[in-house]
DNA sequence: TTTGATTGCTAAAATGTTTTAATTATCTTT
DNA sequence: AAAGATAATTAAAACATTTTAGCAATCAAA
């Protein structure tokens, strides 16, 4: 448990100042700094001894200083949830190669619980934060806007919060859903939704309205709201309704849903699902393992996640005033 | 983007000099202190200011001074695989609870990249890690443990490591895959497991080879291998050879290994999956569905976490000697 | 050879805490 | 009222950096 060895054994071991030694262990990479300037020679002997002391920086000092610390904060729904997984890995990846190391914390859409965990990451000086946010977290956003610290939502946006967002186009791909289903000679197409009040679910819930308006079948157009914590209470009951009246076409609008839906189609009729044709947002590795095909829409998580950090980063580093929105495209997969 | 409240803006709005304000920041909860009190008049007034002023303590300048920084690093082969987004959940659960903070590491199962995740960590300052070690990682470990950093191994321990360890009672767990499947009447019992060399993974062979001998099926017991970076590119051959033989059972070693079998065994014959009794270790959603039954090894993924933080804390709080290895039990689920 | 610029380096302040040792204030006893 | 004990508070050092301002030394030009 050898004694931390300090930028100041380095001074000391090379028979110079700890600013020589500060300025080799940072200006190193940007090197064509006019002043505070190292020779050669010398640089080349910190940089050894510091080798073979084996140094490492404390970061704690560092950020004590620099007010920084290459960290950024995740905040997502719930980092158990697949869809969320995958993004958080995507992100984990990008975040590293530019040494960021990340939190993760998981709000299970409660906003208070998102003020506790982001409340957490401040705390521990996160340089900026990627969040998915949920109902009623408005206020505990702005704050952190206006706290200055960079933030970019992901997933979903708020209403009245100016910020970088990265989302899905999600009135098109329930529009995609929705189209895809009537082609394929759906004529009774419903929706599954949540009841909570979130920016991509309620443009999943136009996209379809759009399109059946268009269609001529705005009359028959249904949405069901299920509870988010009560998914495997209310679902039987909708799936029953649907399939008591001939629906032919369900759209669901998460993969949580979808999934719980298929299990109660399941559950009702082993083989042919009802003869209803689905389709789900998110994957999942039984859909091609259904007795009936199940089409889903495909959510570009590497672009979600690379893209989110990268403005992310670029917050961080240039500050800039003007936010954007990164709107991705779906694809649909049978 | 107000400025950030220091303990001295207290202590001089309140009239008192800093150390004060810092007994009663920190001593506020252990307040049985004998030295170093605070009259109950002042704690209150102090309380008050720094309340109304927003304190919020400035977490690198703590670290720096007490080496301490209420955080954990969580290294798992990858998080975006649903049996580690499970216990990183129940893992981030736990530690908020202890107020602790979770940064997260995948390896890929790569000890080059495990090593590097955890530098990244300790440059951080992390107060002791959850690590669910690879292959060829007994020096990265070690290293840690010899730092006098906290670690706990989780889901396989290293040969000759001597560090507090949660896993599942693997070997058990091989045998009543086993023995589930002659009981249902296979003859022919077959295993599907990766090249690497795992602890967790040996002991499923063993427990596997265990019964196979114990029944005098001996002869007939073998144990597929596949690599770990080409599973869609091996498995389908795999399949096929046990199919070809007359393999009436077989156990997949991982819930990855599981779901890409079991899907090979689907593409040949989506109606009777080749007629063959199957068992994993993990769940998934689908096995419900699958047009022949799937029984699978379910984790106890909560205890798996939670024991896990719990044994961590515990050292880092407790610095004891003494290593402890938990070993959970398995639950057979039809 | 002086002047001015450039190069290479350093002393010291600053960052926001915790903790030690010391000091002052307030009580009890006598 | 003095002495001793105890309660309440504080000054200052320490933690490991970064960064500002400035000092020597060397070099180029006049």
New interface residues.
Partial sequence: ??KKVTIRDIADKAGVSVATVSFVMNNQASSGSERYRVSPKTTERILQIAAEMNY??????K??RSGR???IGVVVS?????FF??I???I??VA?QSNY??????TDESPEKLQH?ID??????IDGLIVVPCENSKGTIRKVL???IPLVMLDRGVDGVEADCVTLNNRRAAAMAAQHLIDRGARKVEMVNYTMNLQNLRDREAGYAGVMAELGMGESAKVHRVRFRNIPGQMPRVVEDMLSRGVDGIIFTTNKLL?AG??CL?DID?VSLGGVRVVGFGE???F????LPVSYVKQPVELLGSEAVRLLLDNINNRKQQFVSVVLNPILTE
């Fill in positions: 448990m050898s490492r920086p404390n970061s704690a000092a950020s004590l610390t290459n960290t719930d980092i158990s949830n697949k997984a995958d958080a890995r995507c984990e990846d590293y190391t990340v939190f993760f914390g998981s965990v957490g990451f401040i705390d521990r000086g206006d706290a200055g999934r298929v299990h399941y082993p999942s590795d039984f091609g393992m259904c007795s």
